[in-house]
């Protein structure tokens, strides 16, 4: 297949990627508390969104054709806050503020608190239903921006999820695009232990949604099948990512011991020095100083 983005830019956001990961680690540190698993592994689909794939400005974050972005599964944020720093929202250093009193980085985003996040989110299985609302008003005053959604697997069993998701399909919302974070895990243990969600994929079909299957750390794949969701106008578009949890750290890979602690000083360190290494190899390869 053709694929839609040229490999100098591929390479580009690879390399935001791995620094995203780099001050993900060092802003959760500097907390001392806040997620980790899910974070790492939703570094490269967000690193793609802020940087080339949504319609945005940093220095106009209320622009009216602006695309919307909803985080539904607000618990993840630190990674939205570190690209969205790097993209130039609010400076860099801000991020060492994550979760203390005052600061507008809560550990769930706050609409009012921090320009350009579009929806306060904390409990889980809400964000469908928002976006959907907002991609319908959007068809109503004939708008041509779109509407991200994204959540977490373990959001699934929430029953307003699926409500949303027969909403959206009755109404047609081809600008709207679902992404969902499959990782597998959750704060108590894989999802399939909890409350298996297979066939996930087959039951966001039989709700009348477009579906693609990617690997979500495969930011390629990831930006072909935004593109393949533009040429589709009877129904709303799920994107299921297949994402490693921790992914970057090989140590905390798949571990969903960490979905919801931060890293000690000792570990931090240890991590650092794992990503800056992916980061050399990686401008080796490719001839970038």
């Known amino acids: 297949m053709s694929h839609t983005i040229h490999d100098e830019k591929l390479k580009e956001l690879e390399l935001k990627a791995n620094q995203a990961r780099q001050l993900l680690i060092e802003m959760l540190v500097e907390a001392g508390s806040g997620h980790t698993a899910g974070p790492l592994g939703m570094a490269d689909i967000f690193t793609a969104l802020y940087f080339h794939i949504l319609n945005h400005d940093p220095k106009n974050p209320d622009l009216p054709e602006r695309d919307r972005l909803i985080l539904s599964n607000g618990h993840i944020t630190p990674i939205r806050y570190v690209v969205m720093a790097m993209s130039g929202y609010f400076p860099i250093e801000e991020l060492k503020t994550l979760r203390k009193f005052g600061s507008r980085l809560q550990g769930h985003p706050e609409r009012e608190r921090l320009p350009g996040i579009e929806t306060t989110s904390g409990p889980l299985g809400s964000g469908l239903s928002q976006a959907a609302g907002m991609a319908y008003g959007a068809k109503m005053d004939k708008k041509t921006l779109r509407v991200f959604c994204l959540m977490s697997d ?3 069993q929430a029953g307003n999820t699926w409500e949303a998701a027969m909403f959206a399909s009755k109404y047609r919302l081809n600008n709207l695009i679902g992404v969902i974070d499959r990782n597998n895990i959750q704060i108590d243990g894989m999802t399939e232990d909890i409350m298996p969600l297979e066939p996930l994929a ?6 009348g949604w477009h579906v693609i299957e990617i690997d979500g750390n ?3 794949e990831f930006v072909d099948a935004v593109e393949e969701s533009k040429n589709i ?3 709303p578009t799920l994107i299921m990512a297949h994402t490693i949890p921790g992914k970057g750290v090989k140590e905390i890979e798949f571990d969903f011991l960490w979905h919801g602690k931060p890293p000690k000083p000792d570990e931090a360190k240890k991590f650092l020095e794992e990503l800056k290494k992916v980061e050399e190899r990686t401008k080796a390869e490719h001839k970038i100083i």
């Open 202 to 207: 087959d039951k966001y079909k039989s709700f």
């Open 154 to 156: 373990a959001e699934q």
């Open 233 to 235: 106008y009877e129904k």
């Open 218 to 220: 495969n930011i390629r």
